[in-house]
């Protein structure tokens, strides 16, 4: 049997870093407020002429060069993202022409903060369908661009990131088991209401903003990925005590802890990034995946299981070898 296995990780934050006393002096909040109800501290903003795929080009060199890759060896570009640069070409022929990867499948999805999972699950079908063999995947997001700096409930949460990884046939697993769901009834719960066909004329007014009902995705959030993780765990007949890590979704530091808890993993066991850039949506997956394997915590043979929940709603878990 073939697995699929990650090699190599990158991530890259935008330099302009706004901590949450930057905060206090354009919306009604405090530091205190956003720490205790989110764990965030500070997050980084890309710069007006900075796009998703400049971050993605970056993230996606320090994988390769972790992978020990060169762009001629990569033979798929898959980019979970809702903040691509344009409607079209999309993010992953940029990057793939930027890289100077060769003539190879390149799309993009969309799966908002869950993208990356669903990125990596169908990287995984094809390295088992024999179809790649070296596929790049990249969850990014230049969400602050969509933001209302003037409304707290949203421009608190989140920040600007991405994170690649060189995902290759293995003998070994590798990716065990992967779950992915979605439910369009949730979409008045988080959503952006402004696109292509429909609301076009909106774009770059106040109705252009992320629009959330925060207490509400907290408890759909908490439950569902509850039961996902169970899910890919019992699929691959894993037990949650075997897990080595958790390495969650950095949406809020409290959804983090209640996932812990359903796991029965002590905080030690799972990767916290929130604090330093906030919600990147599908970004936040595989860059705190890359922290804890560069600060030596997440080790080869290791089993990790990721999780992520966002705007639809969608959902997903990876549940890996290292
Ligand atoms: N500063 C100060 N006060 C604020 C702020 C702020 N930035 N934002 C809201 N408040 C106020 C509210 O107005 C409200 O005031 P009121 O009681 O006078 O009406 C009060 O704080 C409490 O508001 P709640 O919404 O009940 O606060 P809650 O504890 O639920 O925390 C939060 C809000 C942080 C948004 C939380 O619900 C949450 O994290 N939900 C999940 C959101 C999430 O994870 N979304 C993304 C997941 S999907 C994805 O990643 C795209």
């Known amino acids: 049997m073939t697995y699929s296995r990650i090699v190599g990780m990158g991530r890259y934050l935008p330099e302009r870093v706004m901590t949450n006393f930057d905060l206090e002096k354009i919306v009604d909040t405090t530091d205190e407020w956003i720490r205790t109800r989110t764990g965030v501290e500070r997050r980084h903003v890309v710069e007006e002429d900075q ?24 033979d798929m570009v898959i980019t979970g993202t809702t903040s691509p640069d344009v409607v079209f070409p999309n993010v992953s022929t940029i990057i793939q ?25 169908v990287a995984d079908k094809f390295i088992k369908a024999g179809e790649a063999k070296c596929v790049l995947v990249t969850g990014a997001e230049c969400i602050t661009k969509l933001l209302d700096w003037g409304d707290r409930n949203t421009c608190v949460l989140f920040g600007d990131g991405a994170g690649s990884a060189i995902v290759v046939p293995s003998a070994e697993p590798g990716i065990l088991s992967c779950e992915l769901g979605a439910d369009g009834q949730y979409r008045e ?8 066909s ?16 925060g207490n509400e995705v907290f408890k759909v959030a908490v439950k569902t990925l509850g039961r996902i993780a ?3 765990l019992d699929k691959a007949g894993v037990t949650k005590e075997e897990l080595d890590w958790l390495v969650p979704h950095q949406a809020n530091i409290r959804i983090i802890q209640a996932m812990a808890k359903r796991l029965n993993m002590p905080m030690e066991k799972v990767i916290v990034t ?12 595989p860059m705190a995946l890359d922290v804890g394997r560069r600060d030596g915590r997440i080790k080869e043979g290791q089993l990790i299981l990721m999780e992520a929940f966002g705007g639809g709603f969608t959902w997903g878990s990876v549940l890996m070898r290292m």
Do not use: W
Request: proline letters at 5%.
């Open 189 to 196: 719960l988080l959503h952006y209401p402004v696109g292509v």
């Open 274 to 285: 929130v604090q330093d850039h906030g919600n990147t949506s599908a970004a936040s997956v």
């Open 230 to 232: 169970q899910a890919a």
């Open 97 to 121: 022409h930027r890289l100077g990867i060769p003539a190879c499948p390149a799309f993009s999805l969309e799966a908002a903060c869950s993208g990356f999972i669903y990125a990596l699950t």
């Open 198 to 213: 429909k609301n076009l004329a909106a774009a770059g007014t106040d109705e252009a903003n992320i629009i959330m009902q």
């Open 51 to 74: 796009t998703t795929s400049d971050m993605c080009v970056e993230s996606a060199k320090s994988a390769m060069d972790d992978a020990g890759v060169t762009p001629a060896d990569v």
